[in-house]
């Protein structure tokens, strides 16, 4: 899945010049202060408003997964993941400005892990059994490799995942 996104945030970054070139007619007299308004308002702003949307979706899928364990609960945090990956696809191009800061850009997806070091870090999180790694505050003190959509997908969709829709399975929730 995160190979789709990569590759379809590589498409878009080829197309959004064209796109923005299209919406002017040729001859008009171009500032470059209307394009970046045009950009900011056309597209930053509509993409990090529909991420913000559908994390918060998951956060509360995530939420209501871990209350009350169940398959159906389960599908609907990972169709809620599915959203937020695609959510992120379109706004991860965005690669200036707040997203810079504090490895923000990495904290929401550690990516390209050519060396899995995130998914052994989640797992030995995850077998551990680490108190700390539930903790948000914690959690960010820690590598990033181990925060964001990589580790939640690994969650929802890794060894073991299954076991989020029993009632055994409390700590893989609250990691998540």
Same mark, same amino acid.
């Given at each position: 899945?995160?190979?789709r996104v ?12 064209? #796109?923005? /070139? +299209?919406?002017?007619?040729? &001859?008009?007299? $171009?500032? %470059?202060?209307? @394009?970046? !308004?045009?950009?900011?308002? *056309? ?14 979706g998951l ?14 609960? #389960?599908? /609907? +945090?990972?169709?809620?993941? &599915?959203?937020? $990956?695609? %959510?992120?696809? @379109?706004? !991860?191009?965005?690669?200036? *400005? ?64 299954e076991t ?13």
């Open positions: 899945m995160l190979k990569a590759l379809m945030s590589k498409c878009l970054v080829l197309v959004l010049p064209f #796109l923005l /070139a +299209a919406a002017l007619p040729a &001859s008009a007299a $171009v500032k %470059a202060s209307d @394009v970046i !308004e045009r950009a900011i308002d *056309g597209f930053v702003r509509p993409a990090y408003a529909s991420l913000d949307e559908h994390a918060a956060a509360k899928a995530m939420h209501q997964l871990c209350e009350a364990p169940s398959e159906i609960n #389960l599908e /609907a +945090a990972r169709s809620a993941f &599915s959203g937020t $990956v695609e %959510a992120w696809s @379109v706004a !991860e191009i965005i690669a200036f *400005g707040p997203i810079k800061e504090n490895n923000r850009l990495e904290r929401m997806l550690y990516w390209p892990d050519r060396k899995s070091i995130g998914l052994r870090q989640v797992q030995a999180t995850l077998a551990s059994k680490d108190p700390s790694a539930t903790d948000p505050v914690q959690l960010a003190q820690k590598s990033v490799a181990m925060q964001g959509l990589g580790a939640l997908e690994y969650v929802l969709y890794g060894d073991g995942a989020l829709a029993g009632k055994d399975e409390s700590y893989r929730c609250a990691y998540g």
